[in-house]
C-alpha cells in the first residue's frame, strides 16, 4: 500500500521515527542502524516501508535502502521470525552478507546475529535458500556500491552447490540414500575443483567402500 514516504523528520527515538508529510506524522518502525543513518531532525527523508495490517495492530516499518526492505520481507516469510527479529537482524547484518550466508549454509554467521539460535538458523536457510539463489534476489541484496564482489562470490557458491546437488541426484538414481551420498562426499577435499562427472565417480567408489 505505501511503497515509500518522504517528507520532515520530525522525531527521532530508539526504535522508531517520526515523519511529517503534510501536516500527517507517520510512525514508522526502524532498526537502530537504520535510525543513526537516516539523518537529522528537520531534514527531508525518505524511506522504503513495509505496512503490515493486523485486527489489533497497523504497524508500518521503515528502510533507508531497497535492498533492506527485501530482506526484511525475506525473514518475515520465515516461519517463527516476526518483524521484531528480523529488524534486529538488519541492525547486525548487511543483506549482501545476510544472502551469502544463507547460500553458502553458513550456520556460524546467523547464529551470531542476536535472537537466532542453530535450530532457527537451520530454518532460515531452508526456508530462503532456494529463494535467494534466484538471480533477481541476488540482484535486490547486492545492488548496493561496493558489492559487486559479494554478488560474484555467491554466484561462484551456487554454482559449486548446484553442482553437487546434481552429483547426489544421480547417485541417488543409482540406489544410494542421500545421507550416504553427502557422508561420502565428506571425504572428498577437493569438491569445489571437480565436475560433477568427477563427483559422481569419486562418489561410486567411496560408496562402494561402505
Do not use: W
Not at 531532525?41 to 505496512?51: A, E, L, N, P
Not at 562427472?197 to 569419486?202: M, Q
Amino acid at each position: 500500500m505505501l511503497a515509500y514516504i518522504k517528507g520532515t523528520l520530525e522525531t527521532k527515538m530508539s526504535d522508531y521515527v517520526v515523519i511529517d508529510v503534510g501536516g500527517l506524522g507517520y510512525k514508522i518502525n526502524m532498526s537502530g542502524t537504520s535510525i543513526d543513518k537516516i539523518g537529522n531532525i528537520g531534514d527531508t527523508v525518505k524511506v522504503h516501508t513495509y505496512y503490515r495490517v493486523r485486527e489489533d495492530d497497523i504497524s508500518i516499518f521503515g528502510f533507508n535502502k531497497q535492498e533492506e526492505l527485501r530482506m526484511f520481507e525475506l525473514l518475515i516469510s520465515v516461519s517463527g521470525v516476526g518483524a521484531k527479529t528480523a529488524l534486529t537482524m538488519l541492525a547486525v547484518c548487511e543483506p549482501s552478507d545476510f544472502a551469502l550466508a544463507v547460500i553458502s549454509e553458513d550456520v556460524k554467521v546467523l547464529t551470531s546475529i542476536p535472537g537466532i539460535g542453530p535450530k532457527s538458523a537451520k530454518r532460515i536457510i531452508l526456508e530462503l535458500k532456494d529463494k535467494i539463489k534466484k538471480q533477481e534476489q541476488i540482484d535486490e541484496l547486492t545492488k548496493a556500491a561496493g558489492k559487486l564482489e559479494i554478488s560474484t562470490k555467491m554466484q561462484t557458491v551456487i554454482e559449486e552447490d548446484n553442482k553437487i546437488s546434481e552429483a547426489i541426484s544421480a547417485l541417488q538414481v543409482l540406489g544410494y540414500t542421500k545421507k550416504e551420498i553427502e557422508m561420502a562426499f565428506g571425504k572428498i577435499s577437493d569438491k569445489k575443483e571437480l565436475s560433477t562427472e568427477d563427483l559422481i565417480k569419486k562418489g561410486l567408489v567411496l560408496l562402494s567402500r561402505k
